[in-house]
């Protein structure tokens, strides 16, 4: 079983930065992934990144160039920077876990945290 605790939301102005974390307890089988996932009001979950086990990572177009995930295996810890934050980044982000399926060929997001909220206003 994995538990995920996030921090670091909050409000900020349009234009304005914020790093999330995401501090993971458990352990997880290889290969795996972390990330981070999104909802807005009235819209669908997105998953706008993720870092794998080997170090790779994807991202949602939407977020591309102005986000960054990383993530410190020694600290079971991942961190989400946000830069040039607009309006339409507003949500609550989720912290999520992954492990690899060999029977769908994907990563099975199954772990969730509890989600903090991101408000870009001014």
């Known amino acids: 079983q994995v538990t995920l605790v996030e921090s670091g939301g909050g409000l900020v102005p349009p234009g304005g930065s914020l790093r999330l974390s995401c501090a993971a307890s458990g352990s997880m089988s290889s290969p795996n992934a972390m990330g981070w996932s999104r909802q807005a009001p009235g819209k669908l979950r997105e998953l706008v990144a993720f870092v794998t086990s080997g170090g790779t990572t994807n991202y949602a177009d939407s977020v591309k160039g102005r986000f960054t995930i990383s993530r410190d295996s020694a600290k079971n810890t991942v961190y989400l920077q946000m830069n040039s934050l607009k309006p339409e980044d507003t949500a609550v982000y989720y912290c999520?876990?992954?492990?690899?399926?060999?029977?769908?060929?994907?990563?099975?997001?199954?772990?969730w945290g509890q989600g903090t909220q991101v408000t870009v206003s001014s």
């Open positions: 999520n876990a992954a492990v690899f399926s060999d029977l769908s060929g994907e990563y099975e997001w199954d772990y």
